[in-house]
């Protein structure tokens, strides 16, 4: 496929936007920001469990990516590359926060949180019940450990492979789908009463 | 099969991931024991719970805001840095210069506040200007601040004192060697 000036930037693949980027053309770093800002700060949020936070590590990754791009070969997929840097700065951003000894409501255990529960009742608005759902997940994710928690939001809420997450996180793939099930047994425990 | 190889083997079986042969284990054992399908259905729950989480998104000032960064980090690094080998930001020839300003200013500043130190010196001057002894003019006990005019002489150089001459003939005690 010639990458002429005349085609949208939408038919490239990451891996030709990346490389474009490399050589120059600074559109191809903006139309991979555009592809990966959601799904990264949706990634980030899951992990750290507070949107603000997870729009600054968001931040610097793409920053990093604009300053290391020569850094990025071919020899991996460019989403494994971005997914692996975003992980890497929440891991950071998450050890920091221990060492701060902030306690957040979404790392409170269930004996600490106190939760306004709606009465599930038919008058109930769907929204409302959903979001508490969501809430409750949310939450039972930040209660799993470090090496649970990355697979797990890799997997069921961001939807990449196997081979991809093996990849970003450096473990066998045997390991992650270990990983992944013991993962989903504990959460599962913890939002019986959700059914 | 026992309960920890089942429940191993739960996300495969979920996933369509059992080979032929695990997957007919693994309904045997569900068949034997049908209060595990309710494990199974309960992971399911889960997984289906959290493929349907809202997505967040990110501001929609994202981007305005990632590109003042790298513009603000563009022009901090156009800012020349100190290289690796200078001194407190200083490239060895400067900071030569400076020690050297530094050294001098110190010194002038001695020589203003503290004047004693140069009456001393001018005195050291005056000693520095007297002949130093040798062996061709050797020196006096005593110094002799007065320099000698010839013509305040009493005596007459060329009238010979015969006692002066005496003790000054070294004759007797002198011996010549032929070479």
């Not at chain 1, 004996?111 to 608005?125: H, S």
């Not at chain 2, 981007?63 to 603000?72: A, D, F, G, P, V």
């Not at chain 2, 150089?157 to 007797?172: G, N, R």
Request: hydrophobic share 35%; glycine share 2%; aromatic share 10%.
């Amino acid at each position: 496929m010639s990458l002429g000036k005349q085609q949208s930037p939408f038919v490239y693949t990451d891996e030709q936007l990346i490389a474009r980027f490399q050589s120059g053309d600074e559109r191809a770093y903006v139309e991979l920001v555009n592809r990966y800002r959601d799904r990264l700060t949706h990634f980030v949020f899951q992990f750290l469990g507070e949107i603000e936070q997870a729009e600054d590590v968001v931040q610097d990754t793409m920053l990093k990516l604009y300053e290391k791009k020569h850094y990025y070969r071919e020899i991996a997929k460019f989403s494994t590359w971005i997914y692996t840097i975003a992980r890497n700065l929440a891991n950071t951003e998450l050890r920091k926060r221990k060492r701060r000894k902030t306690t957040h409501l979404s790392q409170m255990t269930r004996d600490e949180r106190q939760y306004e529960i709606p009465a599930v009742q038919p008058d109930v608005g769907q929204d409302v019940q959903n979001e508490f759902v969501a809430k409750r997940i949310q939450a039972a994710i930040q209660d799993l450990p470090e090496h649970f928690k990355t697979v797990i939001i890799l997997r069921d809420i961001q939807e990449l492979s196997y081979d991809d997450i093996s990849n970003i996180v450096g473990v066998p793939l045997g390991t992650v789908k270990s990983r992944i099930n013991r993962a989903r047994l504990q959460l599962q425990a913890e939002l019986k009463d959700l059914r | 099969m026992n309960r920890y190889q089942f429940e191993d083997l739960i996300s495969e079986y979920i996933e369509n991931e059992l080979s032929l042969s695990k997957r007919k284990e693994f309904e045997t054992y569900l068949e034997e024991n049908p209060e595990a399908r309710s494990l199974i259905d309960s992971v399911r729950y889960t997984m289906d719970t959290m493929r349907s989480l809202p997505k967040v998104k990110a501001n929609p000032k994202f981007n305005e805001r990632l590109m003042t960064r790298i513009k603000s980090n563009i022009d901090w690094s156009a800012t020349p840095m100190p290289s690796k080998g200078t001194f407190f930001g200083f490239t060895p020839i400067h900071a030569s210069l400076l020690t050297g300003l530094m050294i001098a200013f110190v010194f002038v500043s001695m020589q203003l506040f503290y004047p004693e130190s140069g009456t001393q010196i001018t005195e050291r001057q005056l000693f520095a200007d007297e002949q130093v002894p040798s062996l061709s003019n050797p020196g006096l006990n005593t110094v002799n601040r007065t320099t000698p005019d010839l013509a305040d002489a009493e005596e007459d150089s060329l009238e010979i004192d015969p006692k002066k001459q005496q003790q000054k003939d070294f004759s007797k005690k002198m011996h010549f060697v032929n070479d």
